[in-house]
Nanobody, 124 residues
Framework: QVQLVESGGGSVQAGGSLRLSCVGS????????MAWFRQPPGKEREGVAT???????TYADSVKGRFTISSDNAKNTLYLQMNSLKPEDTAMYYC??????????????????WGRGTQVTVSS
């Protein structure tokens, strides 16, 4: 079955960096649209960055210029490099997947496979 396992979260000070990873298994990774979402405490889940099977990327305005999504098909691994972190980036970060192209790349309802998340905490 499809499995997504995130890692790399932690606690950092504002201005710091973290690199999240998501390893996929049980599916043909290279044909899927992949994405990172986050859910801050008490708030709804929101799209952060996405990458489709052709390598096209989409970013939320709040992370443009600071976060970079990438994918290594040989390793079935999705990455999110997060630089210049801010306290408002504090959230549980989730990896998501869909078997094909999506229309609304940053919409959670487009994705039907989800990891369990990794916590990112940014202190001021």
């Amino acid at each position: 079955q499809v499995q997504l396992v995130e890692s790399g979260g932690g606690s950092v000070q504002a201005g710091g960096s973290l690199r999240l990873s998501c390893v996929g298994s049980g599916f043909t990774y290279s044909t899927y649209s992949m994405a990172w979402f986050r859910q801050p405490p008490g708030k709804e889940r929101e799209g952060v960055a996405t990458i489709d099977s052709a390598g096209r990327t989409t970013y939320a305005d709040s992370v443009k210029g600071r976060f970079t999504i990438s994918s290594d098909n040989a390793k079935n691994t999705l990455y999110l490099q997060m630089n210049s972190l801010k306290p408002e980036d504090t959230a549980m970060y989730y990896c998501a997947a869909y078997p094909g192209p999506v229309v609304n790349a940053l919409a959670a309802w487009e994705y039907n496979y989800w990891g369990r998340g990794t916590q990112v905490t940014v202190s001021s």
